[in-house]
């Protein structure tokens, strides 16, 4: 499963790198973070809950835009 999530609080590459990481330790995500466009694209093979995904951004420092 594939999803974009549009993510607040990012203005620089450090920001979205730490999102990417932060996404990316997640067990079954592929991420890749587009800070000009205030989103990630997940590639998600173990069909992960919104929640936890939303989590592992907002502890990162971050806001899940709905």
Do not use: W
């Not at 499963?1 to 990481?21: D, L, N, P």
């Not at 809950?49 to 989590?55: C, F, N, S």
């Amino acid at each position: 499963m594939t999803r974009t999530i549009k993510i607040g609080g990012m203005s620089c590459a450090h920001c979205a790198a730490r999102v990417e990481k932060a996404l990316n330790a997640l067990p079954g995500i592929t991420a890749k973070v587009d800070l000009a466009a205030k989103s990630a694209t997940i590639a998600d093979e173990a069909n992960t809950d919104d929640a936890i995904i939303a989590r592992a951004v907002e502890d990162a420092g971050y806001t899940v835009e709905r």
